[in-house]
């Protein structure tokens, strides 16, 4: 019998498999929508967004709740794309039960892996959705056996495609022995599937068998087992993540849905039956009567209302206008309007119990990964966002604009922490950093649409340093006669290279009152201002250890600007002989790419000046890691998604400093002149 109640469902998958027509599919066929919602046809409930409707493809979280049943369900769509893996992560963070939606041509993907880990670390259930049978050169048992071997729990087919490719007419029930066709009507049964129905459902007896000892004993004896008796064994299984179960279909001829949603309905934990929750030492029984407990996912600011937050909540309810804590930040918030959310459609309610996801507004000071609670100290754990692997620096199109664009991306963080910026005072740039080149176009679009600035996209400059690699010594003498009093500073100092990252050491080494004490801070500013004006092409020096040890004064002319002269003039005169070079930023980069596309991938990465540092499988996919000059990897996304249709994605985060080729520091310096020139 299956459980009345909630189920907080979340669609997960690589880019383009169909999570979001499932999600219109499931709505049209409960009758939460009059009609089927097409992402082609820009009419889907889950993608509203303009940037969405332009790319036909999912860029947000979206979130529908409906009633089926006497259950309530709410169902969370996921963009699919690697540069929006901060919203499926969200979305992860929201659900007690994923489906995991495959193309049938494309198999397991790169996306759907990391995923799949992602999930896994959660202790989520799963569900397989194998989608898009009808297209040409699918095989449900050929990707059933391909999930298998990604997804190491045992995996039972619930459904079973009826026909082939653009044959597919419907699917069989393994369990009723019952074929549904198009929208889920009843049909017949065809008599060359029910060897492949039998032996699927001799597969569902086994997994409950080896679930239960019973049915073990029963199942070893020979004795009879009937299918009735393995549902509840095959459910608990699921929920402890020792089985997933597989269904077929297609949902954009409405193939299979009906059997997925009485799938989630009757095998899929309730929300209120899942384990109490661990905070510290105590445990919260997920129930109305226990303390009210809520985790924020997601926030998106909406034109008219302000800052939604949408908030799960894991026990106990409360209701407009009580005053709860933000335990993250030890603040109070009040509730304000509180909405069940269907797309963009919002129903303003009056309390929220456990289970339920809903829309806060006008929360004050409460974003994604925040706990709100009644009674309760303790935090819940912050989502681990993956951080920026790529950087752009914008300007404005219409001067004056400054403040607007600091504005609009501020409020375009607060929904995305995936997405950050800055301004950065070393290369006069500000800087925009995110998971990838489309991630950053969609942000940009959004600032346009949202806040009515443009901008322009121009390659960030690179943090370049200059650093000696031979031992030196000179002098610096400043001398200057004028009427009265002259100036007159003199310093010797011994510059040597440090190991990398070292960064600068000054040392005071001048004995017997060579130089009087009160003069070597000025020898020391002198060093820093020229060590950060560089030598070669302006950029600062690094990784060195400048020691004053000796010098002379005069004790009416010296003073401290002359001190601090006479240590720049020293330093020139070291840099003449200490055959200076540059340096660059080397990232430490990692690539997961299908095994097909290995050859390629690493080519164009020791064509970027790349040093391949080893591979590793992970499932299917191989991790290339790399490292790679920061300069090579300037629109390293795009070049990535072509090289491997969209199926790969990577990291990068920076390693240390290493000196450029002689070849490219020409190229670096002329550059650099350029710049000043202009």
Known sequence: MAEKGIRNIGLFGHASSGKTTIADGILYLMGANTRFGKVSEKTSIFDTDPEEQEKECSLNLGLASFNHKDVTINLIDTPGYADFIGEALSGIESVDCAIVVVDAFAG??????????????????????????????????????????????????????????????GVVDVLRTKAYGKEGKEGSVPDDMKEKIQQQQEKFIEAAADLNESLMNKYIEGEKVELN????????GI?????????AGDALELIGINNLLEAIIEFLPSS??????????QKIKRTDDAPFLGYVFKTVVEPHLGELCYLRVLSGKAKSGDVISNTTKSTEEKINQIFSLKGKEKTEIGEITSGMIVGLVKLKNTH?????????????????FPTPSISMAIVPKAKGDEEKISSGLTRLRDEDPTFTFAYDPEIKQLIISGIGELHLDIILARLKRKYGVSVDLIKPRVKYRETFTKKTEAQGKYKKQTGGHGQYGDCWLRVEPLERSKGLEFVNKV?????????IPSIEKGVKEGLDQGFIAGYPLTDLQVTVYDGSYHPVDSSDIAFK???????????ERGKVVLLEPIQEVEVYV?????????????????????MEGEGKTQKIKALVPEAEMYKYSTSLRSMTQGRGYFNMKYSHYEEVPRDTTQKIVEEAQKAKKE
């Open 565 to 575: 002269i006479a240590a720049s003039m020293s330093l020139k005169a070291n840099a």
């Open 239 to 247: 929920i402890e993540g020792k089985v997933a179960l597989c269904l």
């Open 594 to 614: 299908p095994e097909s596309f290995m050859g390629d991938v690493i080519g164009d990465l020791n064509s970027r000046r790349g040093k391949i540092m080893g």
């Open 272 to 281: 209120q039956s899942l384990p109490e929750i661990q905070l510290d030492d």
């Open 511 to 519: 004995v017997g009152g060579a130089i009087p004490t009160r003069y």
């Open 229 to 236: 008796e393995c549902i509840e064994p095959v459910r608990n």
């Open 368 to 384: 994604t990964g925040d706990t709100l609670a009644k009674g309760i100290k303790v935090s819940l754990p912050q989502i681990e």
């Open 108 to 169: 397991i993907e790169v996306g759907t892996e990391r995923l799949l880990s992602e999930i896994a670390k959660k202790n989520i259930p799963v569900v397989f959705f194998i989608n898009k049978l009808s297209k040409e050169n699918t095989d449900f048992y050929k990707t059933l056996s391909s999930i298998g071997e990604v997804y190491k729990e045992k995996i039972v087919a619930l459904t079973l495609p009826i026909g082939e490719t653009n044959n597919l007419s």
